[in-house]
């Protein structure tokens, strides 16, 4: 007979054993770092970014940034104007942050047109402009595929701090 004492140490014993399977682990990934705008230096030209860019012309920031603080930087999803060849469209943030979890090729500026921006390079930096070579992916059914590679220019003025690994 079995009573409510050896049930409790049969589920605890399950659990346990269920718990250090090796398929059970995971491990969060991070490698997000951030530079505000006015701090940005000439050592980022060449590396894979992404641009965070301003709610409003006071959303400014400056100082050291802890990777605390980037989750709370990201937590809002501004809405841009880019300029390309063939015109103007509006993107959104697309910043996907998870309690363990943040790692910079799943940040992404999204389209209502279906368009997303995967892969930002930071080409050259003026005094005025960041010059960014993006790839574009465009939806086609429920998959995105490559569409185009695009250098635009972007205001420094519209942008608060720079994601990097």
Known sequence: MITINGIW???I??????SYS???????????KYTPIDQLGKELVGSEVRIDFKSSINDTLSGVVSPISIRKLLSNNDT???????GREIFIE?????PDHGV?????LVNLNGSVIREQILESISK???????????KNR???????????NIERNIVKGIIYK
Do not use: C, M
């Open 9 to 11: 140490i049969k589920v």
């Open 13 to 18: 014993v399950t659990l346990s054993i269920i």
């Open 22 to 32: 090796p398929g059970s682990y995971s491990q969060g990934a991070w490698n997000l």
């Open 80 to 86: 841009v104007h880019l300029t390309f060849d063939h």
């Open 94 to 98: 697309n910043w996907k942050l998870y």
């Open 104 to 108: 910079l090729n799943e940040q992404e």
């Open 128 to 138: 005025n402009v960041l010059t960014i070579r993006v790839k574009i992916f465009r």
């Open 142 to 152: 429920n998959e995105y595929e490559f569409d185009s590679e695009e250098e635009i």
